[in-house]
T-cell receptor
Framework: EADIYQTPRYLVIGTGKKITLECSQTMGHDKMYWYQQDPGMELHLIHYSYGVNSTEKGDLSSESTVSRIRTEHFPLTLESARPSHTSQYLC?????????????FGPGTRLTVL | KQEVTQIPAALSVPEGENLVLNCSFTDSAIYNLQWFRQDPGKGLTSLLLIQSSQREQTSGRLNASLDKSSGRSTLYIAASQPGDSATYLCAVRKDRDDKIIFGKGTRLHILP
C-alpha cells in the first residue's frame, strides 16, 4: 500500500480565505504531482515537482501555488479561495527507474468554497 | 499531442460475467501504460502497469494487454463481482520523465 497522505480530507470554507492543502509521502520519491478533478470528470495536472526546490505548472491553469522545501512534503496553497476552486485535489508521487515505476495517489482533498 | 480515449464511458453488467474495457492512444511512442481504479470521491489505486516492451500483465482476475503499434490496451476482468464497481482509468507516459496522460475513464457497475 502506498504511503502518501493528504490532509484535510474534506474542507468547507468561505470565499476569500487562504488555505493550504497538505501532501506528504514517506517513500522518498523525487517526483510529486497535484491534480484537480471535478465530479465525474477527468484528472487535470495543475502542478508538479521533480525534486526539492523544483516546481512547475501543469497543463491546467490554476491560481494555486506549490512549494517543495522537503522531499516528502508538497503543499498546495490558495491565497484567496473562490467558489470556482470547488473541486477534488489529488496528490501523487513517483520514483522513475524502479522496477514498478508506479504513480501512487493520495486519498484526495474535497474542497468546497462557499 | 497524446490523447487517450476510453470506450465505453459507462458499462453495467451482471455479476459473474467476464468483461473488457478498452483504451486507445494516438501516439504509439509510449514509455508505459497504467490502469487505475477510482472509487467515488476517493484517490486512484494502481491496478497494472505495462512497460512499452511488454505485451501484458496479470494480477488476480485482471489482465491488461498492450498493442503499442495499434495504440490500444485492454483491461480484462474475469468473473466480475459487485466490489469491482468503480471507475477504471487508463493512463500513458511518453518518456520516463514525462507527465502521465489520463483517459476520461469507464464507469463500471456490476449488478448483484
Amino acid at each position: 500500500e502506498a504511503d502518501i497522505y493528504q490532509t484535510p480530507r474534506y474542507l468547507v470554507i468561505g470565499t476569500g480565505k487562504k488555505i493550504t492543502l497538505e501532501c506528504s509521502q514517506t517513500m522518498g520519491h523525487d517526483k510529486m504531482y497535484w491534480y484537480q478533478q471535478d465530479p465525474g470528470m477527468e484528472l487535470h495536472l495543475i502542478h508538479y515537482s521533480y525534486g526539492v526546490n523544483s516546481t512547475e505548472k501543469g497543463d491546467l491553469s490554476s491560481e494555486s501555488t506549490v512549494s517543495r522545501i522537503r522531499t516528502e512534503h508538497f503543499p498546495l496553497t490558495l491565497e484567496s479561495a473562490r467558489p470556482s476552486h470547488t473541486s477534488q485535489y489529488l496528490c501523487a508521487s513517483r520514483s522513475p527507474g524502479t522496477v514498478t515505476d508506479t504513480q501512487y495517489f493520495g486519498p484526495g482533498t474535497r474542497l468546497t468554497v462557499l | 499531442k497524446q490523447e487517450v480515449t476510453q470506450i465505453p464511458a459507462a458499462l453495467s453488467v451482471p455479476e459473474g460475467e467476464n468483461l473488457v474495457l478498452n483504451c486507445s492512444f494516438t501516439d504509439s511512442a509510449i514509455y508505459n501504460l497504467q490502469w487505475f481504479r477510482q472509487d467515488p470521491g476517493k484517490g486512484l489505486t494502481s491496478l497494472l502497469l505495462i512497460q512499452s516492451s511488454q505485451r501484458e500483465q496479470t494480477s488476480g482476475r485482471l489482465n491488461a494487454s498492450l498493442d503499442k503499434s495499434s495504440g490500444r490496451s485492454t483491461l480484462y476482468i474475469a468473473a466480475s463481482q459487485p466490489g469491482d464497481s468503480a471507475t477504471y482509468l487508463c493512463a500513458v507516459r511518453k518518456d520516463r520523465d514525462d507527465k502521465i496522460i489520463f483517459g476520461k475513464g469507464t464507469r463500471l457497475h456490476i449488478l448483484p
